[in-house]
């Protein structure tokens, strides 16, 4: 995409904290939507964000958010900014309506409309009953949800949210993302979503940008970074039987039975058809028959490797 076009732009961007380099990037574009931002830990997501933030400053380079450099425009850029740190470390006496009203406030808005905020954002990501209680009174999924609301109370352009579902169990995990993926499609804003679980930037993301030692091995749009990989894909009832059919009839199967998942070789186009009939002839059910795509977990390590 166009870099004009871009909410983040770096350029030559370098950070480092003593003799150790966190962050060395020649270019990076970060456009409008969802992106995931993926790396093992220390892989310098953390470190990113915070030059974003204009919390410090690079050592070589440039970096621009919504055309503004973070560090010499730093409170003009955070008013435009959401963000939800790692951590959770929060104040445990403030009820969380205050704390989501405080931040508002810091944002710039006056303390009517700012208490009014707050508790909407706290309706929004479904703590309306519990706005009263105090923060150290809340669990583990309702404080990630906390920081969710008071990242968006001041209506942001961007919104950065740095491992938003850690600590949360899998129906906490997907409640969360579901409202992430609010926040980014119906409330206008955009999402810059950091973490380390695949899944979930796969789930929900619609760009990708990859981070390995502190390096940019890829970024782009996630159909394009897990597109087609050429051949089918093929669920079916009995794997070892189809595949020794298939073989026989000259398909030539890829890779071995994955819980009655085969690949096959080949043009999809050409062979759905007979692969479809050589399982009814062995009538072996077939529950699924798609173009082979790679999911996300394998371009990632493909790419770090």
């Given at each position: 995409m166009a870099t004009g076009d871009a909410l983040v732009h770096a350029r030559g961007l370098v950070r480092r904290f003593g003799a150790v380099t966190a962050?060395?990037?020649?270019?990076?574009?970060?456009?409008?939507?969802?992106?995931?931002?993926?790396?093992?830990?220390?892989?310098?997501?953390?470190?990113?964000?915070?030059?974003?933030?204009?919390?410090?400053?690079?050592?070589?380079?440039?970096?621009?958010?919504?055309?503004?450099?973070?560090?010499?425009?730093?409170?003009?850029?955070?008013?435009?900014?959401?963000?939800?740190?790692?951590?959770?470390?929060?104040?445990?006496?403030?009820?969380?309506?205050?704390?989501?009203?405080?931040?508002?406030?810091?944002?710039?808005?006056?303390?009517?409309p700012a208490k009014t905020r707050a508790s909407d954002a706290l309706w929004l990501v479904g703590l309306g009953e519990e706005r009263g209680r105090p923060l150290g009174t809340l669990s583990t999924g309702q404080l990630q949800r906390v920081k969710l609301a008071q990242a968006i109370?001041?209506?942001?352009?961007?919104?950065?949210?740095?491992?938003?579902?850690?600590?949360?169990?899998?129906?906490?995990?997907?409640?969360?993302?579901?409202?992430?993926?609010?926040?980014?499609?119906?409330?206008?804003?955009?999402?810059?979503?950091?973490?380390?679980?695949?899944?979930?930037?796969?789930?929900?993301?619609?760009?990708?940008?990859?981070?390995?030692?502190?390096?940019?091995?890829?970024?782009?749009?996630?159909?394009?970074?897990?597109?087609?990989?050429?051949?089918?894909?093929?669920?079916c009832g009995d794997a070892p039987r189809a595949r020794v059919a298939l073989e026989r009839a000259g398909v030539r199967v890829d890779e071995g039975d994955r819980h009655g998942v085969l690949l096959v070789a080949g043009d999809p186009d050409q062979l759905s058809r007979q692969i479809r009939d050589v399982l009814a002839a062995e009538h072996v059910a077939l529950r699924r028959l798609q173009p082979r795509t790679a999911h996300l977990a394998d371009v990632f390590l493909d790419m770090v490797e």
């Open positions: 962050l060395d990037v020649d270019e990076m574009v970060i456009p409008k939507g969802i992106t995931g931002m993926i790396g093992p830990n220390g892989a310098g997501k953390t470190t990113l964000l915070g030059l974003m933030l204009g919390l410090h400053a690079a050592d070589a380079g440039e970096i621009s958010v919504l055309g503004l450099d973070p560090v010499r425009a730093g409170p003009e850029v955070r008013s435009r900014i959401g963000y939800a740190p790692e951590h959770r470390r929060l104040p445990e006496d403030i009820k969380a309506v205050d704390f989501v009203r405080h931040i508002a406030e810091v944002h710039g808005i006056p303390p009517t109370v001041h209506d942001p352009r961007l919104v950065l949210l740095d491992e938003p579902t850690d600590g949360l169990d899998p129906s906490q995990r997907d409640s969360m993302l579901s409202l992430i993926h609010r926040v980014g499609t119906e409330f206008g804003m955009s999402v810059v979503l950091s973490s380390h679980v695949l899944e979930e930037v796969e789930r929900i993301c619609e760009g990708i940008v990859v981070l390995a030692e502190g390096r940019l091995v890829a970024q782009g749009g996630m159909a394009e970074l897990t597109g087609a990989l050429g051949g089918i894909e093929l669920d």
